[in-house]
């Protein structure tokens, strides 16, 4: 599978963005979706994750602000992302595992494609 990400940019706190990742070259199923974020010279860490269940999991300091979702028949997952602060600030990956992993979705081991990235920049 290939991800490409879009829908980066800068705000300012309080404002408001919509990633997307589309997903091309398998079948858009059976997958658990995670967003995960990098500041440079820190570990990724998982923000979101949606499971083929359709269950979530979100990352504490984003619960109530950001909300996955996917659309199967436009093959793209979504993170939308209200009232971000500036601590919001990285570069955004999206990532594609199996089901069936034994780790949980917002480890990044066990994703088997990553996109590129995209950068969101919160300013005050």
């Known amino acids: 599978a290939q991800l490409v990400e879009s829908g980066g940019g800068s705000v300012q706190t309080g404002g408001s963005l919509t990633l997307s990742c589309r997903v091309s070259?398998?079948?858009?199923?059976?997958?658990?979706m995670g967003w995960f974020r990098q500041v440079p010279g820190q570990e990724r860490e998982g923000v979101a994750a949606?499971?083929?269940?359709?269950?979530?999991e979100y990352r504490d300091s984003v619960k109530g602000r950001f909300t996955i979702s996917q659309d199967n028949v436009a093959r793209t997952a979504y993170l939308q992302m209200d009232a971000l602060k500036t601590e919001d600030t990285a570069m955004y990956y999206c990532g594609l595992k199996y089901d069936g992993s034994p780790y949980p979705p917002l480890t990044e081991i066990g994703y088997a494609y990553w996109g590129q990235g995209t950068q969101v920049t919160v300013s005050s």
């Open positions: 070259g398998d079948e858009f199923k059976n997958y658990c």
């Open positions: 949606l499971s083929s269940d359709g269950s979530t």
